[in-house]
Nanobody
Framework: QVQLVESGGGLVQTGESLRLSCAAS????????MGWHRQAPGKQRELVAT???????SYAGSVKGRFTISRDNANNTVYLQMNNLKPEDTAVYFC?????????WGQGTQVTVSS
């Protein structure tokens, strides 16, 4: 059973930074696409960033230029560096792994940005 555990969330002020981590076990990050979604209260879950097994990245327009997704295959961890945070970034952030179309999710970590 794939296990993904997110960490690094918290309460910050507008303009500050956070780095989220997603530690994987019982799976290998290097051969699967990984990514982050987020879900704000009362809203649908939305895609934030993805990284392929080859290292190609893509971002939602709302975070492009502020967020960076990366992976450390040796430590089986995916990161989301979030800079210049805004109140609209407030959400629960979920890490996922895409295994041939089947998505596996972590439990989420809360990010709150105060104005």
């Amino acid at each position: 059973q794939v296990q993904l555990v997110e960490s690094g969330g918290g309460l910050v002020q507008t303009g500050e930074s956070l780095r989220l981590s997603c530690a994987a076990s019982r799976t290998s990050l290097s051969i699967y696409a990984m990514g982050w979604h987020r879900q704000a209260p009362g809203k649908q879950r939305e895609l934030v960033a993805t990284i392929t097994s080859g290292g190609s990245t893509s971002y939602a327009g709302s975070v492009k230029g502020r967020f960076t997704i990366s992976r450390d295959n040796a430590n089986n961890t995916v990161y989301l560096q979030m800079n210049n945070l805004k109140p609209e970034d407030t959400a629960v952030y979920f890490c996922y792994q895409n295994r041939a179309g089947n998505l596996y999710w972590g439990q989420g970590t809360q990010v709150t940005v105060s104005s």
